[in-house]
């Protein structure tokens, strides 16, 4: 999809150049665009393109909107007074809570215009009825996957479904979550037929039809949980089994055990390389370029969520802002759940150092080196963490930068400092199992199907297999219910909405959560070797800034100001 668009863009500016004998419109006539399969794939193309915005995919959704939780966190501490969303100072008139909202309804717009188009042309017109039906179920599948982003973030927002082509339909109350969330389901059960199989699109640029109903099981067990409680865990382990039963996705990996699956999972993303035989990333937001020539397709991943390097003298080592750190919450988390006993436990915290020992995601989510000029070369070099700083992190939680997307894999040539080739993933196949996990739990209790889903995911980065009927893990619901939400957030950090995820489990564990940030108490794990160690950090470290500022009406973005100015029958969110 992203050569498409380059392609469009190269055929755009390679045109006459003789502009002056060009005649000038503002928008193409209705009737006239959408003759054959190439327009109207062009037109498929510019609904994509918009996942691709900073507003959206390139930047805000994963960085700027949502850091400042109990696993990621913004870094400088020059910037503690800043006024942005992702330390809780931000106000309705905040750019990047506007651009991501802009963005959002872009892409909504350019799905409805290009849905309601596309129903008044013929089969022929369209290159045949089949394709037809693929443009027009891949349109709502990203349109429901636009509401996900708004209701995610938002909650309430008004639910536009035609066209905003003037002023005139611009007025339009909010939604409630309910109403937004059945029309995200009727977009996706639309699409569900319509959408290609992930074997014949052959590419995770694309919707497939497993990725929607992977979208389905994720939008049902999102409205299971709060506020909407929409009790339909039923309805998600069916579609979460459906993607199973489809044999079209595996992990990568998992069959090989000396195979580092996770961590070449995303080398291979980070190289522009597809893994068509696993299919493991079901979707990804592409990019392409450096932003040097005359397409401009790129995102920040790696770059401003990435491995810190700030020299700019050394061209065989990218420059990279890394504006996010990885806390020690999330580190800990790595450290729980795959010891056999408490003699192992201690053993893990105060002898065993070795890197390529217990949960490989550990030293690939956290990087376990940092960049350092040679004094006497001027090269950069990786100065790897010693038994000392592993010992360290073990005991008080280590605080780094997330190693999960690495700019060093870009293939693309020179590199840039704000602009990356690397891809964003919107759907996992190990997000699939783990969703199937959750659902069945709710349902059923930790069965053996719950069980043999999560320790795919588990074995697959080396953690110990879990048992049934483990005390304080798998002997009951509840246990199962947290054991769960820890193994998400291994596998799935930085790549799930956060805040979501908080969220749905309830407002109170919302706020606990992020403010934890600042809890000044001994870890939970009496294994902990450092009697100095705390949970989270100092009021004067900038990581804490956001459990001190986040209140009440943080548990939604406001509605941008923009909005209101021109939809003036939408109200402001509550609280704000």
């Known amino acids: 999809m992203k050569k498409l668009i380059y392609i469009l863009l190269s055929a755009g500016l390679c045109t006459s150049c003789n502009f002056l004998d060009t005649e000038i419109y503002d928008n193409p006539d209705a009737e006239t665009i959408y003759q054959d399969e190439t327009s109207c794939m062009s037109g498929l193309a510019g609904v994509y393109d918009v996942l691709g915005y900073a507003g959206a995919y390139g930047q805000y959704l994963w960085g700027d909107l949502d850091s400042g939780t109990d696993i990621l966190v913004y870094n400088r501490s020059y910037g503690k007074d800043n006024l942005q969303p992702n330390l809780y100072t931000h106000n309705n008139t905040d750019g990047y809570i506007k651009d991501c909202w802009l963005a959002l309804y872009d892409g909504i717009n350019r799905a409805n215009d290009f849905i309601d188009l596309i129903n008044q042309r013929t089969d022929e017109q369209c290159g045949s009825a089949r394709n037809k039906k693929m443009y027009i179920a891949e349109a709502r599948a990203l349109r429901a996957l636009y509401y996900m982003n708004l209701v995610a973030y938002w909650g309430e927002v008004p639910l536009r479904l035609t066209p905003t082509r003037d002023l005139t339909t611009q007025l339009l109350e909010k939604s409630p979550q309910e109403a937004i969330y059945a029309q995200i389901i009727r977009d996706l059960k639309a699409a569900e037929s319509g959408c290609l199989p992930a074997d014949e699109l052959n590419a995770p640029g694309r919707i497939s039809r497993t990725t929607v109903q992977a979208l389905l099981a994720r939008a049902y067990i999102w409205q299971s949980g709060y506020p909407v409680y929409a009790d339909t865990w039923e309805e998600a382990r069916t579609y979460a089994k459906k993607v199973i039963d489809s044999n079209l996705h595996h ?14 999972l995303f080398i291979n993303m980070c190289s522009n390389r597809y893994d068509l035989e696993a299919r493991e990333s079901m979707f ?29 003298t050394d061209p065989d080592v990218p420059y990279a802002y890394a504006w996010y750190d ?20 201690e053993r893990e915290y105060k002898v065993n150092v070795a890197k390529d020992k217990g949960d490989q ?12 000029a040679n004094a006497k070369t001027g090269k950069i070099e990786k100065n790897y963490l010693t038994d000392a700083n592993l010992t360290s992190a073990n005991n008080y939680g280590r605080t780094g930068n997330p190693g999960k997307w690495r700019a060093e894999y870009d293939p693309v040539r020179p590199w840039a400092r704000n602009n990356s080739s690397i891809n964003f993933p919107i759907m996992r196949f190990a997000d ?28 697959r980065s080396n953690a110990r297999t879990l048992l049934q009927g483990e005390a304080g893990r798998t002997d009951n619901k509840e246990n199962m219910r947290q054991l769960l939400f820890r193994e998400q957030t291994r596998e799935l950090c930085f790549e799930v909405p956060r805040h979501m995820e908080l969220r749905r489990r309830g407002e109170q564990f919302y706020f606990d959560r992020i403010r934890m940030l600042y809890d000044q108490t001994a870890p939970e794990n009496p294994n902990c070797g450092a009697s100095s160690a705390t949970v989270g950090y100092e009021r004067s470290d900038v990581r804490s800034v956001p459990a001190y500022n986040i209140s009440e009406r943080n548990l939604y973005l406001p509605i941008p100001q923009c909005e209101l100015s021109t939809n003036t029958i939408c109200k402001q969110n509550e609280r704000w």
């Open 251 to 264: 992990l990568y990996g998992e069959t090989d055990p000396a195979h580092q699956g996770y961590r070449d």
């Open 284 to 312: 990804e937001v592409e990019f392409y370029g450096n932003g040097m020539d005359r397409s401009n397709e790129c995102g920040k991943v790696g770059l401003y969520i990435g491995i810190s390097q700030g020299v700019t």
């Open 326 to 345: 990885a806390t020690k919450i999330l580190y800990r988390l790595y450290l729980e759940d795959g010891l056999e006993s408490d003699r192992d436990a």
């Open 361 to 372: 995601r550990r030293w690939w989510t956290f990087a376990d080196y940092t960049y350092k």
């Open 432 to 459: 699939v199992l783990l969703m199937f996990a959750e659902a069945e739990n709710e349902l059923n209790g930790p069965t053996d199907e719950c069980i043999k889903a999560l320790n795919r995911v588990r074995e």
